[in-house]
């Protein structure tokens, strides 16, 4: 940016909160070809600006940095919002019914794909199996995954396509559930799902830019600029994704900055063509290598320090500890860095000792991180805090919010007590460990200010429970408001040029309709976004 360049945008007469050491507050900001030039009051940024340049009055209204999510699934929550949304099936009853209106206006033979059921939160909490979709989509394969993706339920149409049945072993990392005589129930946990996935037909890569496209407006809506994207699995839908992702950013419609996960079985074919963590530009870089330790604590497959309390088992480990070792060994030293999954109290305990050994900070420049952290006992947050050095940590903590607030009948129900190690944001934090937030999109609804709002209150929309769950792990919002702006930018080592309304940095901003610094912390959740603007340019304007 020339720094003389006359101002094209002006944001006046609001209440900006920086995050800028040198400009804390401000009124006023005055953006020059996609950064900000300069911060300060009303009258003396408004007199920057050119003839022609736009200036808009807020009003008063609170200003953040561009918000970012640093757990998303960005290509599958794309293609999510086409398929049969089971977000809030109350019942088994209200999942059967709304199976049954898709079948309806489906042509038989078509697959029926749906998403978000949560059994936990039903009358009779038990999960769906195939007996209990045969007879509302008769004609129709069926696949739904459960809210946290972990696992999923299919039909016997849908089995039958895939060539799944009594002789199809379990895979590795996965377990298909199974009646007394040995045939499979439907219930589908872990890499299992991918036994009948593969037989879904796959969307061309129009239609996945087409999908693509239509989300970026949804997510400027939530104030939302940036994305770490952790969908990217493998597989075909992996090399789909990026060359959506390519086919966007030459066309200059790439409207979101994208971190891209590799998967973890690319891991040597990315170290063969010489990648590294951070190749790219403003709008996509190449990110963590993704890798799993567990699985999640809604399938019972998160791995447990003791076991859970309603199956007296101890969840599993998915990939074996001595192969994640490996793992992070070779990408360390290959200038990789990896996000490892972790969600059992075990899984984050093990996977910690493999940091301590093996992760180093030399010539990468960007920090490991441990996805989720969910269940961490408070000596392993310290562990983990010791890892590194002040300004440059070998790991850091990925973390979502929401999942509070959704988990708590579930973690209650799973672990009991153990649920006061659940989510210790606040240990965290006064440890030192780096932390980013997010969503974990299509798994919790994408809105960073329900994210925000979780943080603070630890309380679920509806006010419950008095007091917050565990609340002496509450963050004020300040705190919260760095998780979605500073902190992704921070894991990612663009805290240059992102997470924060600093002159010469990329000119992310939003704009809500409330003040979430002064209102009661209660009522965050209802803040709405007014006006997004995404590399200098106005994306979204309520």
Do not use: C
Not at 341 to 351: P, Y
Not at 358 to 387: C, F, N, S, Y
């Amino acid at each position: 940016m020339v720094e003389d360049a006359k101002p094209d945008l002006i944001l006046y007469n609001g209440t900006l909160h920086t995050q800028d050491p040198d400009t804390p507050q401000a009124t006023a900001v005055a953006i020059a070809h996609g950064r900000i030039q300069a911060l300060g009051e009303d009258g003396d940024i408004r007199a920057l600006a050119a003839p022609d340049a736009r200036a808009v009055d807020l009003g008063g209204r609170r200003v953040l940095p561009g918000l970012i999510d640093s757990h998303f699934h960005l290509y599958g929550w794309a293609l999510s919002r086409r398929r049969l949304s089971l977000v809030g099936a109350e019942s088994l009853a209200d999942l059967r019914q709304r199976v049954a209106e898709r079948a309806a206006e489906t042509p038989a033979g078509g697959w029926i794909l749906g998403q978000g059921w949560n059994e936990t939160r039903w009358p009779t909490p038990r999960k769906p199996t195939r007996a209990d979709l045969d007879d509302v989509a008769p004609d129709h394969p069926v696949l739904l995954w459960r809210s946290d993706l972990h696992l999923a339920v299919a039909n016997t149409r849908a089995l039958r396509e895939a060539g799944v049945d009594a002789g199809t072993p379990d895979p590795d990392q996965g377990r298909v559930d199974r009646d007394e005589a040995g045939w499979p129930t439907g219930v589908l946990r872990e890499r299992a799902i991918d036994l009948v996935e593969r037989a879904v037909p796959r969307p061309s890569e129009d239609e996945a830019v087409d999908a693509l496209e239509e989300a970026f407006g949804v997510l400027h809506r939530l104030g939302v600029t940036g994305v770490h994207d952790h969908r990217i699995m493998g597989g075909e839908d992996g090399p789909r994704a990026f060359g959506a992702y390519q086919r966007l950013q030459k066309a200059g419609d790439l409207a979101l900055r994208l971190w891209m996960g590799i998967p973890g079985e690319r891991l040597d074919e990315a170290i063969a063509l010489g990648l590294r963590t951070g190749f790219g530009d403003e709008r996509l870089r190449v990110g963590h290598v993704k890798l799993f330790s567990d699985g999640s604590q809604g399938a019972r497959t998160a791995w447990m320090l003791e076991p859970y309390e309603d199956t007296g088992d101890a969840g599993m480990p998915l990939t074996p500890m001595d192969e994640i070792a490996a793992a992070v060994a070779k990408a360390d030293q290959s200038g990789l860095a990896v996000a490892v999954h972790a969600i059992g109290d075990r899984a984050n305990r093990e996977l910690i000792a493999v940091f301590e050994e093996h992760a180093t900070h030399d010539g990468r420049g960007v920090p490991h991180r441990i996805e989720h952290a969910q269940i961490m006992r408070p000596e392993d947050v310290e562990r983990l805090a010791r890892l590194g050095r002040p300004g440059r940590p070998v790991v850091a903590a990925s973390v979502q919010p929401i999942h509070v607030t959704d988990d708590i009948p579930l973690s209650e129900a799973s672990i009991g007590a153990r649920s006061r190690f659940s989510y210790p944001f606040r240990d965290l934090l006064d440890a030192g460990v780096p932390v980013a937030f997010g969503s974990d999109a299509p798994v919790a609804d994408p809105n960073p200010l329900w994210g925000i709002h979780a943080a603070v209150t630890r309380q679920q929309r509806d006010g419950s429970p008095a007091g917050g769950w565990y609340p002496d792990q509450r963050l004020s919002v300040a705190e919260a408001v760095w998780g979605f702006t500073m902190g992704p930018a921070a894991v990612t080592g663009q805290q240059g040029s992102l997470g924060s309304i600093t002159p010469g940095k990329l000119a992310d901003l939003v704009v809500l309709d409330r003040d979430i610094f002064a209102i009661d912390p209660m009522d965050i959740h209802r803040a709405q976004v007014v006006l997004t603007v995404f590399d200098g340019e106005v994306v979204y304007e309520q």
